[in-house]
Each structure stands twice: as C-alpha cells, then as structure tokens.
Nanobody
Framework: QVQLVESGGGLVQAGGSLRLSCAAS????????MGWFRQAPGKEREFVAA????????DYQDSVKGRFAISRDNAKNTVYLQMNSLKPEDTAVYYC????????????????????WGQGTQVSVSA
C-alpha cells in the first residue's frame, strides 16, 4: 500500500514556474514507477509525465515537452514535477500516481495502469 500526498500547487502568471512535490509513504518507494496527471474542469484526466523506478527513464505528453521535467529522489520518497513557461491551458488539478514496476526502466502513461493516486493539487495559470 502506498499513500501519496501532493503539494506545491498555486496561482501563477503565464510564463511563470511552479514545482510540484509528491511524498509517498512506505519503505518500497523505489519499486514504483511514478506519474503525474492532470484534470481540467469538464475534461478527462490526462497524462503529463512519468518516471521509471530508477529515475533513468522519463516520458512526457507532447504539449509539455521542453517545459516540464519529472524527477524523483528515492532517498526522500518523493517525486517532483518542475513546470516552467506555464500557460493558461496548463490550469488543472494535478495528481501524482504510483504503480509497482517489475523492471527498472519501465514508465507508464495510461491512467488505468496506475494503482495508487494522491488527492491532487490545484494549479492555476492566469493570462
């Protein structure tokens, strides 16, 4: 069982930056592939970024490539999402997710592939 708690959301102007954090409970954090998703009002939850167990492999939605960076610190049981050059269309509730991964290099971009979810943190970007 993994419990996830996101933090770092807020209101920022377009072009600004935010760093989201997701703290995980338990002693087996390094066995989980991690992901960030977001959901805007009236829209389905969508993939943003993913990172493998080791942190060596990452994956991004096309619209955030070059602007967002996912990373993890297994010693601190934490995954991060650095968001730069934010746009109004990035406004959403951002969720952290975890799934047990057998291989070190695997990433997961499907909502259905994840087993554990945080409660979400609101990111609002003004024009």
């Amino acid at each position: 069982q993994v419990q996830l708690v996101e933090s770092g959301g807020g209101l920022v102007q377009a072009g600004g930056s935010l760093r989201l954090s997701c703290a995980a409970s338990g002693r087996t954090f390094s066995t989980y592939a991690m992901g960030w998703f977001r959901q805007a009002p009236g829209k389905e939850r969508e993939f943003v970024a993913a990172v493998s167990r080791s942190g060596g492999n990452t994956d991004y939605q096309d619209s955030v490539k070059g602007r967002f960076a996912i990373s993890r610190d297994n010693a601190k049981n934490t995954v991060y999402l650095q968001m730069n050059s934010l746009k109004p269309e990035d406004t959403a509730v951002y969720y952290c997710a975890a799934v047990y991964a057998v291989t070190l290099a695997a990433t997961m971009s499907s909502v259905r592939g994840y087993s554990y979810w945080g409660q979400g943190t609101q990111v609002s970007v003004s024009a």
